[in-house]
């Protein structure tokens, strides 16, 4: 056994690909809820030795099944985040539309008092 320290010492795998330096640590990476396509730690593997200490290796047919649910959870996140830029940008859109319908309105009613003010003058 070497007695390599530090860096080397992350030698415990999360199924999100994080790096640990211990098994404990390993087995509730935050990152796996989001990153990893099992939405939690799945299993652990210790990189030097390539065991799997915590959890169980998927077969390749759980893998297969839990990508394809992830990449649907993953497009159904983007889909909802997409609408809600969409709607952010129609109530963006309804109050400038709004705002200049006021600014029009404000200015039509100076020229219409300018209007008057000519009309006056030009009878008198
Ligand atoms: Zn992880």
Sequence with gaps: MTSSLNF???IF???CG???NNVGA????KKCRNYSMWGYTKYVINTETDEVVYGVMPT???EAAAEAAATKRW???AREFAEM???QEERRIAA???WDAARAAERAAILEDQLWDLQERLMQ
Excluded at 26 to 29: H, P
């Design 60 to 62: 390749e047919e759980e």
């Design 26 to 29: 390993a087995s509730v990476c």
């Design 18 to 20: 994080e790096r640990f």
């Design 85 to 87: 830029i969409e709607a």
């Design 75 to 77: 497009e159904e996140e």
């Design 13 to 15: 795998e999360c199924c």
């Design 8 to 10: 080397s010492s992350y």
């Design 96 to 98: 400038q539309v709004e």
